[in-house]
């Protein structure tokens, strides 16, 4: 079940050009959203790795629009799995 998990992880962060490119690929930030707060470690990690790749291709008002306020429900949340996830999105988003 977490096998096929991590897959579709690492497959969503490839997805960017199937959604029709960096303008739709905020889409994408739902599911693995929901990925990133698995208990599952492997599979947090993936999401996590996943995510830092779509917001490498969104322009920057996507960035602002959608990843941000995801990543500030990520690290408010009550569960440490969702806090983890965030504090491995920070860096990326942070050089940009």
């Given amino acids: 079940d977490d096998e096929v998990l991590v897959v579709l992880a690492e497959q969503l962060g490839d997805f960017v050009e199937?959604?029709?490119g960096a303008?739709?690929?905020?889409?994408l930030l739902t599911p693995l959203e929901s990925l990133a707060t698995v208990e599952e470690m492997t599979v947090r990690q993936q999401a996590v790795a996943a995510l830092n790749k779509v917001a490498a291709a969104l322009p920057e008002s996507a960035v602002s629009e959608h990843f941000v306020p995801m990543l500030k429900k990520l690290s408010?949340?009550?569960?440490?799995t969702s806090r983890i996830s965030a504090a491995g999105l920070f860096a990326g988003i942070y050089a940009r």
């Fill in 18 to 20: 199937y959604v029709g």
């Fill in 23 to 27: 303008k739709y690929a905020h889409h």
């Fill in 76 to 80: 408010t949340r009550d569960w440490f």
